[in-house]
């Protein structure tokens, strides 16, 4: 195709200069009195005179004629144009003739083994309806070429070919491929160094040299990145003037070996001299030497000295002087040391004038500027910012918050929040197995921003041979538009134990809460009120047998008992997601008083303590620490509380996970395996978070540890039921996060065996 161009380019130009000569005969009486196109199927006509501006009634010369054959060319949908002029009784009719690109039907690959059809179609740049050019086949050779090399395919060999459609005018575009073989790194060669060796260099390149545990495979990206992290490595270590001399790539004679050389100049170490401060105002310099993360006469590391400079900018904007210029002059004194001056031009701060609201589809803006810290008319500190965008992304109802601004002409802003709307309804049918409720059906619905007010609506349904429980829960988090929470739940728990006995629970529970401001402001404080009637009946005779003289067991004869007690909470959460978090940590204590004022057949206290941290590690990944610990007990220190609000960890129970057992079956237990549940706890948790697709999928690692204690003197927060175990979390669009858990008990009763946990609802 391209010698067909070729030679059609040639006859274009002998019929222009024929068409020139002719026209300088007569160009003082040439006037264009009509213009038409010919050849053209798919072009439109009018894109192609408009294109020539060969206007009637103009006159026609030799520059015009040229101008416009290269304006039709320029549109790229030609192999060929000329221009004819046909002599008419007072001037010439032009006509315009094209010869037009085929288009693509069809495009096959061949030959590839390595790579698929679908992702050599995803790397290149022409596609099914597509005009096609020389050019274009040139430049998608060359794409999946790159593609190849990227695999460690350096040799492979691209050919195209276009045969003729059945449709006239359009072909079927045809890549040859010749994969041959990999290219593997053989040897990397270090030259000029003397201070570091080659073996430490190489360590620093993401190319490696093929061996039994790495490919080898070549990435030309990367070789150039590969160099700037030699020379960043030289730099940190104190070696400011190193540079890479040349380097040079060949090859095996059979072409299946590369062998890259590096020659390098390393320099003199440096070290770090004096700095000093001069122009700032607004920061002493006492203040500001808290951001130099380096000492005088210490080694120089380039990251240090970066660092240094990026903390200075930062602690001008977390005051609102974004405009503050600070630039760092160097000096190289005797001795190889770097004195550092730091020149700061403080200039003004920024205010603030408008918030704007951008995104929320569904949301209330209201909803979104409550939770907002920056307000209108004040200093815009880059601190503020952060917490108000966490504040935003802590909600869950949003994907992203991303900062825009308007700068004004005085050079305040107007600041735009752009939010990006996620489901948050969420309508979950499933199904779970426990040793203790056998097989339960799960029907639920979470609306977390109900009517884009912010409120929450649950509802919450499991049914099944051995459990049946209903709750339905509302919550306003901003009552009076204030930061004072207010929800209600009515529920119903009605659970056969083991056919040994039935448990009734239904009840109520009223929450009152306030976001507080001091220690700071990550605290919020919660009361809430309890009724609860719980009822035991349906004792069954092998229980009332096993357990007559044991003075541990539920009573035996039906019996119902009220609970009426008031909880307080206080918790501190700076976590920076509410889901799958990567930073931060929340914190809780809370006690729970049943009785004496507030009536009820029972009496007790009843305190938990529970902290959850988050650690963010290499490559995203996410290590997260967590404890809880309870204890109750009768006012008077009796051991007298209810079976029903006893502790009961052990496999996903929310009284405390330890995977690999049963749920709620930790602790002490009657003679016929029914447990206990204790007065006291301990339960530990170390997860490793891998995420897969952020904010969707995500892989886990965890060890668990935990036991209930039936009296509080057995109370041993080391004598623990252990497993560890993997899993992984999905989020399922309008269902919410799906968790599969599998996990092997390192201790009896259970010890040696994996036993798999499916959850619904719950994240990390």
């Known amino acids: 195709m391209p010698n067909r161009f070729f030679i059609l380019s040639i006859i274009s130009l002998i019929l222009a200069i024929s068409l020139y000569s002719s026209l300088r005969a007569q160009e003082n009486n040439l006037i264009i009195r009509s213009v038409d196109v010919q050849g053209n199927s798919t072009a439109d006509r009018n894109l192609i005179i408009n294109s020539a ?97 990227g695999k460690g395919y350096l040799l492979a060999e691209i050919e195209s070919s276009l045969e003729d459609a059945d449709i006239q005018g359009q072909v079927n575009m045809i890549f040859s491929i010749k994969e041959n073989r990999k290219v593997k790194i053989k040897g990397i060669t270090i030259e000029g160094n003397r ?6 260099i190489r360590s620093k390149m993401k190319n490696k040299q093929d061996s039994f545990w790495r490919s080898g495979n070549f990435d030309r990206v990367k070789y150039a990145e590969d160099q700037e992290r030699i020379l960043e490595f030289y730099k940190k270590s104190g070696y400011i003037d190193a540079y890479v001399v040349s380097d040079s790539i060949y090859y095996s004679e059979d072409k299946n070996n590369m062998f890259i050389d590096i020659a390098i100049s390393e320099g003199m170490r440096y ?27 210490e080694v120089f590391d380039q990251e240090k000295y970066d660092k240094s400079l990026a903390n200075l900018h930062a602690m001008y904007q977390d005051e609102g002087y974004w405009y503050a210029k600070i630039t760092d002059e160097t000096q190289n004194s005797p001795g190889y040391t770097v004195d550092i001056r730091y020149r700061v031009v403080e200039g003004n701060p920024v205010y ?123 919550t306003e988090p901003w009552l009076l538009d204030t930061p004072t929470s207010l929800g209600i739940n009515v529920y119903q728990i009605i659970r056969d134990f083991y056919g040994d006995f039935d448990e009734t629970r239904r009840g109520f529970s009223l929450r009152v809460g306030r976001r507080l401001h001091w220690p700071d402001n990550y605290f919020s404080f919660y009361t809430r009120y309890r009724f609860e009637e719980v009822k035991y009946s349906n004792f069954s005779a092998s229980y009332v047998e096993d357990n007559k003289d044991n003075p541990n067991s539920l009573d035996k004869e039906q019996s119902t008992y009220n609970t009426s007690s008031i909880a307080f909470s206080l918790i501190r959460d700076s976590r920076d997601l509410s889901q799958f978090a990567t930073q931060g940590s929340i914190n809780t ?85 029914i447990p206990l549940r204790g007065r006291a706890m301990a339960v530990y948790n170390l997860e490793y978070q891998i995420p897969i697709s952020q904010q969707q999928l995500y892989g886990l690692l965890f060890v668990d540890a935990g036991n209930a204690f039936y009296n509080i003197e057995d109370f041993k927060p080391f004598n623990l039921q252990r497993s560890y175990g993997l899993g992984f979390r999905v989020v399922v669009p309008m269902v919410g996060v799906l968790g599969f858990d599998f996990a092997k008990a390192l201790d009896p009763p259970e010890k040696g065996n994996w036993r798999p946990h499916f959850q619904i609802g719950r994240g990390f």
């Open 53 to 149: 501006r060969l206007l009637t009634g103009e006159p026609l010369n030799a520059a015009s004629v040229q101008d416009a054959i290269r304006a039709i060319y320029a549109l790229g949908l030609f192999s060929d144009v000329s221009i004819d002029g046909i002599e008419a009784e007072d001037g010439v009719n032009v006509l315009i003739k094209v010869i037009e690109y085929p288009k693509v039907a069809e495009i096959e690959f061949k030959g590839n083994k390595k790579i698929k059809a679908k992702d050599l179609k995803e790397a290149i740049t022409v596609f099914e309806g597509r005009i096609i050019s020389p050019k274009d086949i040139k430049e998608n050779i060359s794409k999946i070429k790159k593609l190849y090399e």
């Open 195 to 200: 201070i570091f060796t080659d073996k430490k």
């Open 271 to 297: 070290r770090f001299g004096n700095y000093s401060l001069i122009g700032n105002e607004f920061y002493t310099n006492e203040q500001l030497q808290k951001a130099i993360e380096y000492l005088p006469y």
């Open 352 to 474: 603030v004038r408008m918030i704007k609201i951008a995104g929320n589809t569904k949301t209330h803006e209201k909803v979104i500027r409550r939770e907002l810290s920056v307000v209108p008319n004040t200093i815009f500190k880059r601190s503020i910012l952060g917490r108000s965008l966490r504040n935003v992304m802590v909600l869950n109802y949003f994907a992203n918050a991303t900062p825009d601004w308007e700068i004004l002409p005085d050079g305040d802003i107007n600041l735009v929040i752009k939010v990006e709307e996620k489901p948050t309804g969420q309508a979950s049918v499933g199904a779970g197995y426990s040793e203790r409720d056998k097989l339960v059906g799960t029907i639920g619905l979470g609306i977390p921003n109900f009517r884009g007010m912010g409120q929450t609506v649950t509802l919450n349904w499991d049914f099944g041979s051995k459990r049946n429980s209903i709750d339905l829960g509302f």
């Open 589 to 673: 204590i809370s006690t729970e008083l049943a009785g004496g004022p507030f009536g009820g057949d029972w009496n007790y206290h009843k305190e938990i303590v529970e902290s959850r941290f988050y650690f963010k590690t290499i490559w995203n990944f996410v290590l997260v620490l967590q404890g809880k610990a309870g204890v109750m007990a009768e006012y008077d220190g009796g051991s007298n509380v209810p079976y029903s609000e006893r502790f009961s960890p052990g496999g996903t129970d929310p009284d405390g996970e330890v995977r690999g057992y049963d749920d709620g079956s930790l602790g002490r237990q009657t003679t016929s395996g």
